[in-house]
């Protein structure tokens, strides 16, 4: 079948006979005039201009208060997630390179991250038993004994008792990712996602920024043992405050009968692009991630200036690039945020590239860092709303984590030998050829369109 970029998306596959996505043309959310579930032509908004203020901001002007509550469910949970993962992307990069691991262990160190891309394997586990808030306490009670005892682990020569408790953390926080990804499907109506992908996205970097900023920042005046303590008690409260979450049931036929819908979904020759693309969308952020903050200690840059800049701004660059994208889907639709919002997620690298090439100091460095953040939080929100878009809300346990471990994939091997690249080619080469990693994902665009279900449900 022959491709067709950019105005006419491929068919649906099987199965999806929904709103087929379209592209950059603001989505039609009412189409009978009345009644799609959380709009504001029923409900018109309350509160004062600055609430109106923020709500717009985040694309969610349309929504019912209802509606609205979801998104501070959705904000809490996604704080949760991102916590753990704050310390393996933020914290520990700084953590092993200023006691003198090598750059190509901190690279290495990322197989570890594993779990987040085998996840799929027990996701039938989260599927079928248990109530998915609990597997989140769970998973957040392990990752806060797992912090416990990192700092009193030898870390100048990491040996198997700091590669297990590296493995433990991010098991227990993959498990966790299951269950509040399958939650949010689930909780989130479609015409919510566009204001719900923004505020996920902030979510989990607002714990970047206060996890990881604050723990880099801080460790310039405080030892590290009791900023892991502190980190943990911090995650485990985070971890009981799950289970106050709304109950949200799975069916139990869903339950039960899981393998067949599932090879429904996604067992036809049309899932080829779609796998291929999940594979390679993130995968030049994914390279570079790791050499990110070797790169800022190896230019001299202190402690309290990587935990302000590329981690705190970045961060908070990054939640304002995600509410942008956000609000951008909510107008224009799942399928045309995607490609439009990735290109400037791609073409970021190239920063850092040209700061490493042409040594231009610190002044191209900040610069380099700011945009690569507002960027990521754009391409972010861009691909968290397509990946809802395509799981059906009573299998979203196993489809949204096969997916999610699908694009961790390529991106975890390719962490893994981000610090041999930068060893073996240079920062700046490096750098520039994580750009061109970025770029297969849009070949495979037309094909994906058609899983793409855009407006509201039925």
Partial sequence: MA??????????????????????RPPTSDPGGGGARGRSDAAPPQG??????????LGAAHLRPEARRKLGTVAFLYFVQGSPVSILWEVLPVYFRVHGVSLRAIGGLRLLELPYSLKALWSPLVHRYGD?????????????????????????????????LLLLLTAASATQDIAIDSYTVGLVDREELGPANGVRASAYRVALVIVGGGMISLASVVPWTPLYLGAALLFAGLGLGALRAPRLDLPREARRRWLEPFVGWIGTWRALPLVGFVLTYKLGEFAIG????????????????????????????????????????ARYGVFCG???????QAVSNLGYAGVAWGGLGWPALYGASMFDSFSGGLGT????????????????????????????LTG??????????AERFGYDAYFALTFLLALPAYALLP???????????A
Wanted: with cysteine; glycine share 10%.
């Fill in 447 to 457: 094909w994906v369109a058609g899983w793409i279900r855009e407006g509201p449900e």
């Fill in 132 to 164: 998915r808030r609990g597997w989140v306490t769970a998973g957040m009670l392990t990752v806060a004994l797992v912090l416990v005892a990192l700092p009193f682990a030898d870390v100048t020569h990491p040996g198997w008792l700091v590669l297990a």
């Fill in 412 to 421: 975890r091997l390719a962490g893994a030998v981000s610090g041999l690249g």
């Fill in 290 to 329: 790791p050499m990110v903050k070797p790169f800022w200690v190896d230019q001299g840059r202190s402690l309290l200036e990587i935990g302000l800049v590329p981690t705190t701004l970045g961060i908070v660059l990054s939640i304002a690039g995600a509410l942008a994208g956000g609000a951008f889907i």
């Fill in 48 to 57: 004062g201009p600055v609430s109106a203020a923020l709500w717009a901001l």
């Fill in 338 to 344: 995607v490609w439009a919002l990735g290109i400037p």
């Fill in 3 to 24: 491709a067709r970029w950019p105005f006419r998306p491929v068919p649906n596959p099987p199965g999806l006979d929904e709103t087929p996505a379209s592209p950059c």
């Fill in 381 to 408: 929100a861009a691909f968290l709303a397509l990946l809802m878009s395509i799981c059906q809300k009573e299998h979203a346990t196993i489809q949204y984590a096969v997916l999610s471990s699908l694009f961790s």
